[in-house]
């Protein structure tokens, strides 16, 4: 091979690689972003199912329900809860009242959770969670307003 | 009240003031030939070194001696907190581990002020100034949006105690080692800025920042292990690494440290790729800056993120656009005056370490994708999403199994061109061994499965290879045995650095692919004198007990374990009360071993005083953290090399 033929054979090899790097990040990118939905937006069936997303916001207090190792409670956005059903051992910082994400998928309406999310700080609300909160207010405070500018 | 804080918070102006003079004294003095100006980066080193390290002992004193009228030391400590945990609590939160990266970063200048005296005067000075320039920028960060010494008034009789999860050994040591890495990368990034400004890019350049690129990556890789085996063990749920956006944000400038490593071996011996290995020299800093501006801005969902303001996220990216965006212009403008290099053949060791530096960087970008692309979305306001394990197993592996192959080939390729028939004859012993035992592995485990064969290939592979490179270099044909003992001691410390580093790789990867498929992992409920067994492990459980700790109450699960009826021996894992912040916290109990890890942690308590239990056996788990000290211990071998000590200095 001349110099000029090797570079090129370099220089091919190379984008061959980058190349299939490249499919493959996007592949794997496209099936595995999970996203994340309100509890308001599962009442409203914009949720995918058979699909793997999260699901954020408060655990309804008095909703724990512990069966073994299979434990069922309520999220709940403030608008609308949805019943989660998960199995295994909860983090240390879940508490009813307080926020939390959890990540599984949905069937016959009910959340089925793969993993429920742990935070270092008692204090620190998953941003998620935060999230779903805020939009359940903005919605309430429209619905506020839709009622009494209605004659 | 004393005056300390206070004399800490003056001497962090004070260290601004020296930083600002060392950013721009020196590096003046370089441009026009100055030699006074450039002999003042020495003493500017030392004096900012002295400056900040003052800082951070009056930090330490406000918390050894109780000083709740700081916030900090308020917000992070306790009266009843151990003295060991009350000077961890110095980095255990946002503002003091800004100081303790600072004081590293300062650490780093006067290492490198006191170990280049053999380095021409302008190349210290514009060195020891880049340094300084850095500092700027984080001592302005820290006095601006996160001073440590901020004063609470009135002064609360208690604090808020040290996060549980924090008092811990592993976290009194994992912060200063991961960022002696984080930092040390801003000394190559020094180099490189240096060399593009005087333009004597050459392999002298690179002889002096290799060994100080070595020195971070091994405490990096040290840093980086610690963190995984802390989430191990004090996490509660046994896994060691979770894609977390904090630990990919120090696995990236990892990956991008590895590269350069190898890089720099090129432009050394083969005055070879030069614009590249000073690009990677600049991305590897860049990603450190990117991994600070991750965590501690607080905007990713994460285990590390505290709740944190907005202003310290935001000075941080413009900061970071400010270091890269002057950096990569200065590149651009200068790095076609570098030159390309010696030419090299398609089969060579120069073509193997490239391969190595593209896929490193490529992988790099990817967990770089998978962990800003959810950030970016939010920003532009079109919705939250996460990238989970899934996405970065699917990338990772295949974009590392090619570089672990050519792990395998590059050390026995030669520079310039190899004969690559004679490189595959040669290399045949280890393809054979390979094979063989990832099956017979994988037989005496039991299940032979793609993904484990696939790891165990790649650690028997490496291992074949080192076997073979040192069996060429021992007993060389046509040599005979007696001049083996003589050769190896011939063999070159950096060289053997090299070998034990790769055969760190190997261990990592037996580790990783073991239990990746061989762990058991089981959820059980258990009421007293209830057994489960687990590989031949019987687990029984003799109900908990109440324990008193010196700042936490303790319900303590007493677990017997028998190994097929043999020899009992008792696990008992904790679930803590800390008595201020009042979070409860999992204390697993691990019996460690070099075969397997047994590993019980309590769940909650569940009706008819049973308790749900966490049973796992973990096969081969600590390799994976063996690994990387065998790699750092590999680093260390390689710094020690007579060629540094003799012509570069030994480096810190």
Avoid at chain 2, 191 to 220: C, E, H, K, Q, Y
Avoid at chain 2, 432 to 441: D, H, K, N, Q
Avoid at chain 2, 514 to 532: I, L, P, S, W
Wanted: proline residues 5%; contains cysteine; positive net charge.
């Amino acid at each position: 091979m001349t110099p000029r033929r090797k570079r090129m054979a370099i220089a091919l090899g190379l984008v061959a690689v980058v190349g299939a790097a490249t499919a493959l990040v996007l592949n794997a990118f496209q099936s595995n972003l999970v996203f994340f939905y309100t509890p308001t937006q599962i009442d409203a069936k914009e949720a995918p199912s058979g699909r793997t997303f999260r699901l954020g916001g408060l655990v309804v207090e008095g909703s724990v329900k512990r069966t073994g190792v299979n434990v069922a409670f309520e999220i709940t956005d403030t608008a609308k809860a949805v019943p989660v059903q998960f199995s295994g051992i909860l983090p240390d910082l879940f508490k009813e009242g307080k926020g939390v994400v959890a990540q599984g998928q949905l069937e016959n309406g009910v959340f089925q959770a793969k993993e429920v999310l742990a935070k270092h700080d008692e204090n620190y609300m998953p941003p998620e969670a935060a999230e779903a909160l805020k939009n359940a207010a903005i919605a309430n405070q429209k619905t506020a307003a839709t009622l009494v500018s209605a004659p | 009240m004393t005056l300390i804080p206070e004399i800490g918070h003056f001497a962090l102006w004070l260290a601004l003031g020296v930083a600002l003079c060392l950013g721009v004294v020196p590096m003046a003095g370089a441009a026009t030939g100055r030699r006074d100006w450039m002999g003042l980066a020495r003493l500017g080193a030392y004096a900012l070194f002295a400056l900040v390290t003052v800082a951070f002992i009056c930090l330490v004193v406000a918390f050894v001696r109780h000083d709740f009228s700081v916030l900090y030391v308020a917000s992070n400590s306790n009266t009843a907190l151990p003295l060991q945990y009350r000077i961890a609590g110095v980095w255990g939160g946002h503002e003091g581990s800004l100081l303790l990266w600072v004081e590293m970063l300062c650490l780093w200048t006067v290492a490198v002020a006191a170990f280049s005296k053999h380095l021409p005067q302008a190349v210290v000075a514009r060195i020891l100034s880049v340094m300084g320039l850095i500092s700027v920028g984080f001592l302005l960060f820290m006095l601006f949006t996160s001073n440590p010494f901020d004063r609470l008034f009135p002064a609360p009789p208690e604090g808020r105690d040290l996060n549980p999860l924090l008092q811990d050994l592993g976290m009194v040591i994992h912060p200063p080692m991961l960022y002696m890495g984080y930092v040390g990368f801003s000394v190559a990034f020094a180099f490189a800025i240096a060399a593009l400004l005087g333009g004597n890019l050459d392999s002298t350049w690179a002889r002096w920042t290799r060994p100080w690129t070595t020195v971070a990556w091994m405490f990096l890789t040290v840093g980086i292990a610690l963190g995984s085996s802390w989430a191990y063990y004090e996490l509660g749920w046994g896994g060691w690494w979770f894609w977390d956006p904090v630990e990919n944000a120090s696995l990236m400038p990892w990956l991008l440290g590895t590269a350069l490593i190898h890089s720099l071996a090129v432009t050394e011996k083969r005055n070879g790729f030069k614009s590249w290995t000073v690009l990677l020299a600049i991305l590897a800093f860049s990603f450190s800056l990117l991994g600070t501006f991750l965590v501690r801005s607080g905007v990713l969902s994460s285990v590390h993120a505290f709740a944190t303001d907005p202003s310290r996220g935001l000075f941080i990216l413009v900061f970071l656009t400010v270091v890269v965006g002057a950096s990569f212009a200065l590149y651009a403008w200068r790095a076609p005056t570098v030159g390309l290099g010696k030419r090299f053949a398609l089969w060579s060791k120069e073509s193997a370490l490239l391969g190595n530096n593209v896929l490193l960087l490529v992988a790099a970008l990817a967990i770089l994708l998978g962990t800003l692309y959810p950030l970016l979305l939010d920003a532009l306001g079109l919705g939250k999403i996460s990238v989970g394990p899934p996405y970065f197993d699917a990338v990772f592996m295949p974009l590392m199994a090619p570089a672990v192959f050519l792990m395998g080939v590059g050390p026995l390729a030669r520079w310039k061109e190899t004969d690559l028939p004679s490189l595959a004859l040669r290399l045949r012993w280890a393809a054979a061994v390979a094979v063989l035992a990832s099956l017979g592995v994988g037989a005496l485990a039991g299940e032979v499965r793609l993904v484990s064969t696939l790891g165990l290939l790649m650690t028997f592979w490496v291992v074949g290879s080192v076997a073979t490179d040192l069996w060429e270099r021992v007993h060389p044909a046509g040599s005979s045995w007696a001049e083996a003992p003589a050769k190896a001691r011939q063999i070159p410390r950096a060289l053997a650095g090299m070998m034990l580093a790769h055969l760190g790789i190997a261990a990592f990867c037996f580790g990783v692919a073991m239990v990746k498929t061989y762990e058991v992992e089981r959820d059980v409920k258990m009421a007293v004198g209830d057994t489960t067994t687990v590989r031949g492990y019987t687990f029984t459980f003799g109900g908990v007990k109440e324990l008193q700790g010196p700042n936490y109450v303790a319900m303590q699960g007493q677990m017997q374990v028998s190994h097929d009826g043999g020899a009992v021996l008792e696990m008992r894992p904790e679930k803590r009360i800390y008595r201020v912040q009042q979070n409860p916290m999992t204390e697993a109990a691990i019996d460690v071993g070099v075969t397997r890890d047994l590993y019980v942690s309590l769940g909650e308590q569940v009706e008819g005083g049973a308790w749900i239990v966490r049973v796992y056996v973990k096969p081969f788990i600590d390799w994976i953290w063996g690994g990387c000290l065998l790699m750092a211990l590999g680093g260390w071998l390689a710094v020690t090399d007579r060629r540094y000590r003799l012509k570069a200095g030994a480096a810190a």
